[in-house]
């Protein structure tokens, strides 16, 4: 097979039967992504590349390939959101403070990902401890979206947190990769991106080893060009682990194979309050069309109600900081990361602290220690808590009456580098659709569904019941077969 960039478009599903005919060698596919991670380092969707380790993991599976022995997910190179661990690769969150940090010990999901035998290709760029939706506060430089118009000078943000992970996947130089998201992480950049990202329910995929932003909402999940391609990672990357107190002891199941299952008969709900004030209109005019293309194939779409809505935001950034500040508590110089001598213990707390986090970091642990202070726990932590479950109850009850939920993933396309990074809550806006589903822990899938006026992708968020990725799986299939596609960032046009 050639010329070579080719192989960095294939869709993992591609890729793997490629592999099993044994048309294509791992080490052809793994070189060839080599190249074009090479040739793109302008986009800085990589903190660590890992190219030594790709063609060991490459040999390997050509054996296992050779002998018949293929695992799922055998040869197929992705990669990983520097947030998880991976023993003997260093491991940054995109932090000064673990600029250094070589995990001892793997995460969970890398550890079934490499049993499954994926290849790892490097470790992708984040927002900061992934608190973020630009991916802009990594202490590595921002990433740049592959879908920055070729007229228009100022780079466009790949969205956040896991940016690195969706520029990447856009850009075709991984074949999927992993994410994470606490509100919307995974979803938002894979709008932005052009690509699909799904964020399964909560408890589905372990958090053991992946550097801990918000507990009760962090959740890994996979980004890949296809709905196909998201299920079959999720398959090698979900199951329950004794190591991880809030995995949900519920079976995998083969999502790959119910994909094509259709809509026909499925409730589709659209939540009223997700018309929010200042929604562009072309955003409002794809969510309908989205609902028309699943009526059209037999769906049942009817307007729901999740009165809670407004209330998300506010909620999420009380329990998000509150809980970041006592994780991030954790890195104080004293067992692993930077340490900054100062003249007595508190000093070094200090200056490690201080100099280790940078600006946004150092914001959520301000509001998330207020949060939690004696006099305030009451009124924000206990409130946000209580709003929380509010908010749940909302979804519960809308899915006594449809199957499924669709609305807009984000509120706008990919704006450009340096646009609300000095406000604050402008950039907190970003995650209103994908926020709710996160304080509920439901899975939710962003598909992309079509292009903005000026050319740059948009997507559709399905959020479904409590381990029910199933149907949401199913519903994303329906959107990104009625949307077309392909949708090829014009950066990798102008290549071609
Ligand atoms: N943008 C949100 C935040 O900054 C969500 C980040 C995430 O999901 N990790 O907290």
Redesign the pocket.
């Known amino acids: 097979m050639s010329p070579r960039s080719d192989l960095t478009r294939l869709s993992l599903s591609e890729a793997r039967t490629l592999l099993r005919e044994r048309r294509l060698a791992p080490r052809e596919l793994v070189e060839a992504h080599i190249e074009a991670m090479a040739a793109l380092r302008r986009l800085n969707a990589f903190i660590t590349e890992t190219p030594e380790r790709a063609l060991q993991m490459a040999a390997e599976s050509e054996e296992r390939l050779r002998r018949g022995e293929a695992r799922p997910l055998e040869g197929l190179p992705i990669a990983v959101k520097d947030l998880f661990c991976t023993a003997g690769v260093r491991t940054t969150a995109a932090s000064r403070i673990l600029e250094n940090f070589v995990p001892p010990y793997e995460s969970t999901v890398t550890r079934k990902l490499w049993e499954a035998g994926a290849v790892l290709l490097g470790k992708t760029n984040l927002?900061e401890f992934?608190?973020?939706?630009a991916n802009v506060t990594s202490h590595f430089g921002p990433v740049t979206n592959p879908w920055t118009l070729p007229a228009d000078p100022r780079p466009r943000v790949p969205g956040?947190?896991s940016g690195g992970s969706a520029a990447a996947v856009a850009a075709g130089l991984c074949l999927g990769a992993t994410g994470?998201?606490?509100?919307?992480?995974i979803r938002?950049p894979a709008s932005f991106c052009g690509i699909v990202g799904l964020k399964p329910t909560y408890g589905r995929c372990s958090r053991f080893g992946i550097v801990a932003?918000a507990s009760s909402l962090d959740q890994a999940g996979p980004m890949a060009r296809s709905v196909a391609d998201c299920a079959l990672l999720l398959e090698a990357m979900a199951g329950f682990d004794p190591h991880d107190s809030t995995s949900g002891d519920v079976p995998v199941e083969p999502w790959s194979q119910r994909l094509e299952e259709g809509v026909r008969g499925l409730r589709i709900g659209l939540p009223r309050e997700y018309r929010v004030a200042g929604m562009p209109e072309e955003i409002e005019t794809l969510w309908l069309r989205g609902a028309r293309w699943l009526e059209e194939q037999g769906a049942e779409v009817r307007e729901i109600s999740l009165p809670h809505t407004r209330y998300a935001l506010p909620t999420y950034y009380i329990i998000?900081p509150a809980e970041a500040s006592s994780n991030l508590a954790r890195y104080d110089g004293m067992r692993f990361g930077l340490r900054v001598e100062g003249k007595d213990l508190t000093d070094t707390y200090e200056r490690t602290r201080g100099e280790g986090f940078g600006k946004e970091v150092r914001r959520r642990i301000l509001i998330g220690t207020y949060a939690l202070s004696a006099g305030y726990y009451d009124a924000y932590y206990l409130k946000a808590l209580k709003v929380r479950r509010r908010i749940r109850e909302d979804f519960e009850a809308a899915f006594g009456e449809v199957d499924a939920i669709l609305t807009p993933t984000a509120p706008s396309p990919a704006f450009r580098q340096g646009e609300k990074e000095d406000d604050p809550v402008a950039m907190?806006l970003?995650?209103v659709f994908t926020v709710p589903a996160?304080l509920a822990g439901l899975p939710a899938i962003s598909v992309p569904a079509g292009l903005s006026r000026e050319e740059l992708p948009l997507g559709l968020q399905v959020i479904g019941r409590a381990w029910d990725e199933t149907t949401v799986l199913r519903v994303a299939r329906a959107l990104e077969q009625a949307a077309g596609g392909p949708w090829i960032p014009h950066l990798l046009r102008e290549a071609s």
């Open positions: 927002d992934a608190m973020g939706s956040g947190s994470t998201d606490t509100g919307g992480s938002q932003f998000a907190y970003n995650d996160s």
